[in-house]
């Protein structure tokens, strides 16, 4: 049994250092004071100096932020309507309905940004940030549907009838008792909404029209220009703090949701 | 003059699918009433519950408030009050906010509200409680909360969807006075749904028997006692029940399996059952002063306190009787002992079969 445990001890250490080193060494050299990527000479702040004097970065920083604010507006309400669909009525193709919404989960992200992108030139659609949003929509809807369902399946549907026979009508019913006792799974659904927007490459390479760039396109296209560099190395380091404190955050929330 | 009822169901019909929930209701409820709905569980109480609260639409029927035909108005409209069996606070407000919603909802003014949830809160003995969560409370005091939320918007009538179930038994049984001297103190139309009878008798001024989705009677709870209108009301009211099946012929005399039975007078003819409650039958060794009288042997005897009661078995026959008023050891028939069991006729009741 001993040997066992130690064994599985040895054994985790080593998936994390698998999973993290990487992102260690990245974030080691984006500090390296030489071009080198094998040998750290120095400390140094000049490879983050240069990012954020770039006005691309920021300029890209900036639609990254906008789009993933009118995507999680957008697939929340969406969500959020159909997870009440799907948890609260019974209609016909209903089991159907439900199995649709999560295809955009398992379909390889790389066939759904072609499809897209397929579809925006059939119908003659500029491609820009408009259809980068809506690519970015179609498939962050499944994940707040999915996590708005699950959160309302143990929903006590009672203490809205409760707030009807107090004279409240629907109105009153769902903006201060449905959406109140919501929030906590709504706040969990937009920041994971938020976070895959603000993440996504694929899709926005495939969606997006002449100069409109997110940060990892900004990332990708100079990896694509002048290979693997310190410089990219800080900015990679820059998008990725950016993540860590989202997801943060909805560490946050689904503890506090979970209390 | 017609009387005015506070809740009115007339040929009231709800079906669910292929199944009937309410099956044809009439009630009349009177003002000031603690009336019960009692019943097995998918008796179709909490359904009729819902209908006259207008959270069911009825299929067919007409639903009254205080003589005025609400069968079409919304829920929020009605003004009526209800307790549900979970309760139903909202999890995101205080104690006070909770209480005050209803008030909210009527736009009462601020100083207006205060004192009604303070007047609510004393009515249900939770002063000083406003600022609590109310998961911070015991199941106890979110009971309160729930009739004081129900309450503070003073409704024509207030509904109660078995409100008790989740309490344990001592809390259970002090909320039961507590409900019935509140009813008297706010003088309101209470309509009480529950399946236990304990709940129902200790309350109410009326009970309605529900089975199926048809009422099968209604009356007093001494009534439905004494005076069961058929053999499911029998059984499912008190402890337990004998009944003996058989056919009554001339002089109030019934044939059964067991041999002649004494009916009381003028008894139903036909086709009927006898039903003696279990305190008003007598054992002993050798009986007088009873119309009938049989032979069994004590199957088991089981010492609950303030009385035993005994299985005796006539012929295959399971007779229970409760045996009040023991005075001693020599009277307690262990089984196996060859005893007599009988009544008066006039403690008996036939009912229709």
Same mark, same amino acid.
């Given at each position: /049994? ?11 250490? /080593? ?43 920021? !300029? *890209?920083?900036?639609?990254? @932020?906008?789009? #993933? *604010? ?22 016909? #193709? ?16 790389? *066939?759904?940004?072609?499809?897209? /992108? ?33 959160? /309302? ?55 997006? #029209? ?14 694509? !220009? #002048? ?18 404190? @989202?997801?943060? @955050? ?10 | ?13 709800? $079906?669910?699918? &292929? ?6 209701? &009439?009630?009349?409820? +009177? ?18 519950? +819902? ?53 909210? %909802? ?36 979110? =009971? ?27 809390? $259970? ?11 008297? +103190? ?23 028997? %529900?089975?199926?989705?048809?009422? =099968? ?33 001339? &002089? ?58 005994? $299985?005796?078995?006539? =012929? ?38």
């Amino acid at each position: /049994m001993k040997i066992m445990s130690s064994f599985l001890k040895i054994f985790t250490i /080593m998936v994390f250092l698998f999973l993290y080193s990487p992102i260690i060494v990245m974030i080691i050299f984006s500090f390296n004071e030489s071009k080198s990527l094998g040998v750290f000479t120095n400390f140094s702040l000049k490879w983050y100096e240069k990012v954020v004097t770039n006005p691309e970065v920021w !300029r *890209a920083l900036y639609n990254s @932020f906008w789009v #993933g *604010a009118v995507v999680t507006f957008v697939s929340i309400v969406l969500g959020l309507m159909m997870a009440m669909a799907v948890t609260r009525y019974s209609f016909s #193709g209903k089991s159907i309905l439900e199995s649709l919404i999560l295809i955009p989960i398992i379909i390889p992200e790389i *066939a759904e940004a072609l499809s897209l /992108m397929i579809m925006y030139i059939f119908l003659n659609i500029p491609l820009g940030p408009v259809t980068v949003i809506i690519g970015h929509i179609a498939f962050s809807i499944s994940y707040v549907t999915v996590v708005m369902r699950a959160r /309302m399946a143990g929903y006590d549907k009672s203490i809205e009838e409760a707030a009807r026979t107090l004279g409240a009508n629907e109105l009153q019913t769902f903006f201060r008792i449905t959406l109140p006792t919501l929030y906590p799974a709504i706040l969990a659904a937009g920041l994971l909404a938020f976070t895959l927007s603000f993440d996504d490459l694929i899709k926005t390479l495939f969606t997006t #029209g002449p100069g409109f760039k997110t940060l990892p396109l900004v990332i990708w296209s100079s990896a694509a !220009r #002048g290979g693997v560099s310190p410089e990219l190395n800080s900015l990679s380091s820059f998008a990725l703090s950016i993540s860590f404190i @989202f997801a943060l @955050f909805r560490l946050r929330t689904e503890r506090s949701v979970g209390r | 003059m017609s009387e005015i009822y506070s809740v009115e169901l007339i040929d009231v019909l709800k $079906r669910f699918g &292929n199944v009937v929930a309410v099956d044809h209701v &009439n009630l009349k409820i +009177r003002e000031n009433e603690f009336f019960s709905l009692l019943g097995p569980s998918g008796c179709g109480k909490t359904t009729t519950l +819902r209908i006259i609260a207008g959270l069911e639409e009825p299929d067919e029927g007409i639903v009254k408030l205080y003589g005025e035909d609400v069968t079409d108005v919304p829920t929020h409209k009605r003004n009526i009050g209800m307790v549900f069996q979970h309760l139903a606070l909202f999890p995101h407000m205080n104690v006070f906010d909770n209480i005050a919603f209803g008030l909210k %909802m009527r736009k009462t003014p601020k100083e207006e509200i205060k004192r009604k949830v303070k007047e609510a809160l004393e009515i249900v003995k939770l002063e000083g409680l406003e600022n609590r969560r109310v998961n911070q409370l015991s199941g106890g005091q979110q =009971q309160r909360v729930a009739l004081a939320r129900a309450l503070v918007i003073e409704p024509e009538v207030l509904l109660l969807d078995e409100p008790l179930g989740a309490l344990d038994l001592k809390i $259970r049984q002090h909320m039961m006075v507590e409900l019935k001297n509140i009813q008297r +103190r706010v003088k309101t139309t209470f309509i009480y749904v529950t399946h236990d009878q304990t709940e129902a008798m200790t309350m109410s001024d009326r009970i309605a028997i %529900m089975k199926d989705g048809r009422i =099968q009677q209604i009356g007093t709870p001494l009534e439905i006692y004494y005076r069961p209108s058929n053999t499911f009301v029998a059984s499912f009211i008190g402890e337990a029940v004998n009944l003996i099946i058989g056919e009554i012929g001339e &002089n109030n005399v019934m044939n059964t399996s067991l041999g002649t039975v004494y009916c009381p007078e003028q008894s139903i003819k036909g086709k009927a059952a006898v039903m003696v409650r279990p305190e008003m039958l007598e054992i002993g060794e050798n009986l007088s002063q009873v119309d009938n009288l049989f032979k069994g042997i004590v199957q088991a005897a089981i010492f609950k306190g303030s009385y035993i009661e005994y $299985r005796v078995d006539v =012929q295959g026959t399971i007779f229970i009787v409760h045996k009040h008023g023991i005075d001693g050891m020599e009277k307690f028939y262990t089984p196996g002992t060859l005893v007599e069991i009988g009544w008066k006729k006039n403690s008996s009741l036939t009912i229709p079969v």
